[in-house]
């Protein structure tokens, strides 16, 4: 299958600073990518779908001013958490699709907030 | 939107084999996937199914789709530990996907 590479795998921040998330689709060009957020134990939490070139599309109660998405390239979504807090700690999954059947997922990101 | 109900725990023994159900509400949905998630991971694409089927066989991996019902199966034959894992359906149509609780497979040696 096509393979989606999601950076970093984890990462700790102080609360106040900012992160970001990467998502590249490396064999496929994305025309759609998504982002998701996992609570323990918990399924998965659709944020925003964007698409190559223009704004994301945010579902509701996501603070599109705290959870910045950019889809500048046809293989590469970033997704920056702002000025984030500890309930901002979560495991961030993104996903991508191309022509293909499917969408693929990253590996993930766990986000620790201290 | 759209309601994808699994159960949250199933347990079989090694060399058993494992059936994971799915129930979904919009008849409209085209694809219907399973996801595999292991601990600490991202989601595995293991297999899906077009809407106008009723089976697909993969290796040790059956799906089966009643569409009356919006029932949707996982079985995997011959069980093995390395199979044990979050196991995610989702129902797609559109570039919107609807992602069930997971079920949460434990596989006893």
């Known amino acids: 299958g096509a393979v989606v590479s999601q950076h970093p795998s984890w990462v700790i921040c102080k609360s106040g600073t900012s992160v970001k998330i990467e998502c590249r689709s490396l064999?496929?060009?994305?025309?759609?990518m998504f982002w998701y957020r996992q609570f323990p134990k918990q399924s998965l939490m659709l944020m925003a779908t964007?698409?190559?070139?223009?704004?994301?599309?945010?579902e509701q109660g996501v603070e599109k001013d705290k959870f910045l998405i950019n889809h500048a390239s046809l293989t590469l979504s970033t997704l920056t958490v702002t000025s984030a807090h500890p309930e901002d700690s979560s495991f961030y999954i993104c996903?991508?699709?191309?022509?293909?059947?499917?969408?693929?997922f990253g590996q993930g990101t766990r986000l620790t907030v201290v | 939107g759209e309601d994808v109900e699994q159960s949250l725990f199933l347990s079989v023994r090694e060399g058993d084999s494992s059936v994971i159900n799915c129930t979904y509400t919009?008849?409209?949905?085209?694809?219907l996937y399973w996801y595999k998630q292991e601990p600490g991971a991202g989601l595995q694409l293991l297999t899906y199914?077009?809407?106008?089927?009723d089976m697909k066989q993969d290796q040790r991996l059956t799906v089966l789709l009643n569409k009356k019902d919006k029932h949707l199966s996982l079985r995997i034959a011959d069980t093995q530990t390395g199979d044990s894992a979050i196991y995610f359906c989702?129902?797609?149509?559109?570039?919107?996907?609807?992602f069930g609780t997971g079920t949460s497979l434990t596989v006893i040696p």
């Open positions: 996903s991508a699709q191309g022509n293909e059947d499917g969408a693929f």
């Open positions: 064999d496929f060009q994305a025309t759609t």
């Open positions: 964007s698409n190559e070139g223009s704004k994301a599309t945010y």
């Open positions: 919009d008849s409209s949905s085209t694809y």
């Open positions: 199914i077009f809407s106008n089927m």
């Open positions: 989702a129902a797609n149509h559109g570039n919107q996907f609807y």
